[in-house]
């Protein structure tokens, strides 16, 4: 066997040739990589978590979710499901899914409605479907409701995990395994139009309760109202137009506020109803 003898500055140039190559390679991919993150919605899933495994886990699986979203309590020291969200981020993690958690009262409807909004918002480029199976009752109708109202910020689709089985032993996950997955129909539920939205939360930054006068004037500066008339006219004007774009729908159509006259000022107050609104709207 005889050995070949490479003059040093050729073997050089056939590394740095090669190494040119890898670097080219390695480039390449990741353009691709990112061109096809851009192009291709990604699957995000939504699940609030309770104390089941399976019918997060494997239905984002069986799916092939590239992000799910965990829905926990908002106080994490008192939820006693905090053991199995750390199974589930185990689980979904060696099917290389990414995890990510929103925390939320698991207990207030509106609460959980803004938290699924704000998730939405964030994936609004993306395809979402929101787990209607998992969690408390009160999550569960919170997702549904959520994808029949903000169906129209992205493609939402809400669906029931039904497990194989139900646990009869105390101590268990609730349910175990996954029978099926039935996607379930969105009808959309109207909100309120983004000009009544920023009426409501002007009312409540001011504690609630609001002179029509002063709303009137926020509106106008807030361009929240159009105002066409000649200055001899303008505060009759602006009063009606305020009437007839804010203060009417949101008296007659939505139920949020209500007019109260002490003296000669008249008053908007925020209804009870409002307040929800403004809860999981803002």
């Known amino acids: 066997m005889k050995l070949c003898i490479v003059p040093i500055h050729i073997f050089v140039a056939c590394l740095e040739y090669e190494f040119t190559i890898i670097i080219y390679h390695h480039l390449s991919m990741h353009t691709i990589h990112n061109i096809m993150s851009t192009i291709v919605n990604l699957r995000v899933h939504i699940a609030p978590v309770g104390f089941e495994i399976d019918r997060i886990a494997i239905a984002a699986k069986q799916m092939k979710a590239d992000r799910v979203w965990l829905l926990m309590h908002g106080e994490p020291t008192k939820d006693r499901a905090q ?162 774009n804010i203060i009417q729908p949101l008296l007659n159509e939505w139920k949020f506020v209500e007019i109260e006259r002490i003296g000669r000022t008249r008053w908007i107050k925020i209804t009870p109803e409002g307040n929800g609104a403004v809860e999981f709207l803002i």
Do not use: W
Not at 142 to 155: D, E, H, L, N, R
Not at 171 to 182: A, Y
């Open 83 to 244: 053991s199995y969200m750390e199974k589930i981020r185990v689980q979904l993690r060696k099917e290389k899914i990414e995890v990510r958690v929103e925390y939320s009262d698991r207990f207030d409807l509106f609460k959980i409605l803004k938290s699924v909004r704000e998730i939405v918002e964030k994936e609004k480029d993306n395809d979402v479907f929101v787990n209607c199976s998992s969690g408390s009752k009160i999550q569960a109708i919170a997702c549904m409701m959520a994808c029949m109202m903000f169906q129209g910020k992205t493609k939402l689709t809400p669906y029931y995990a039904e497990p194989e089985s139900y646990a009869s032993v105390k101590g268990e996950q609730l349910s175990s395994g996954l029978k099926t997955v039935v996607k379930l129909p969105a009808y959309e539920i109207h909100t309120p139009k983004p000009v009544l939205v920023q009426a409501l939360k002007i009312i409540k930054q001011n504690g609630g309760k609001i002179t029509k006068k002063e709303m009137a004037r926020l509106a106008e500066e807030k361009k929240l109202i159009v105002i066409n008339a000649k200055e001899e006219n303008f505060q009759q004007a602006r009063f009606a137009s305020l009437d007839k």
